[in-house]
Nanobody, 122 residues
Framework: QVQLVESGGGLVQAGGSLRLSCAASGRTFGGSAMGWFRQAPGKEREFVAA????????YYSDSVKGRFTISRDNAKNTVYLQMNSLKAEDTAVYYC???????????????WGQGTQVTVSA
């Protein structure tokens, strides 16, 4: 069974930073591109960032570009999302996802975590 478990969410003031982690188990991580998505209350889930299997390619949404950084440690089966200069509009549940492809994408993910809440106070 494939499992993705996010951690690192919490409450932070605007302008602050958080680092989210996503630990993968099973065969998901091997050869998989990984992504982060988020869903704010009353809104649809949206793409945040993605990274290729060997971390040579990364994609970001325009809303987080320059503030968020996605990375991965394949030896630890873990992907990270470093979030800096947080804004109130970044408040959402953040989800980790895995894609059975080497290259990242804004969609087409096969496995999802349960999510971790990020709340940014203004």
């Amino acid at each position: 069974q494939v499992q993705l478990v996010e951690s690192g969410g919490g409450l932070v003031q605007a302008g602050g930073s958080l680092r989210l982690s996503c630990a993968a188990s099973g065969r998901t991580f091997g050869g998989s591109a990984m992504g982060w998505f988020r869903q704010a209350p009353g809104k649809e889930r949206e793409f945040v960032a993605a990274i290729s299997w060997i971390a040579t390619s990364t994609y970001y949404s325009d809303s987080v570009k320059g503030r968020f950084t996605i990375s991965r440690d394949n030896a630890k089966n873990t992907v990270y999302l470093q979030m800096n200069s947080l804004k109130a509009e970044d408040t959402a549940v953040y989800y980790c996802a895995a894609r059975r492809k080497l290259l990242p994408s804004v969609g087409g993910y096969d496995y999802w975590g349960q999510g971790t809440q990020v709340t940014v106070s203004a």
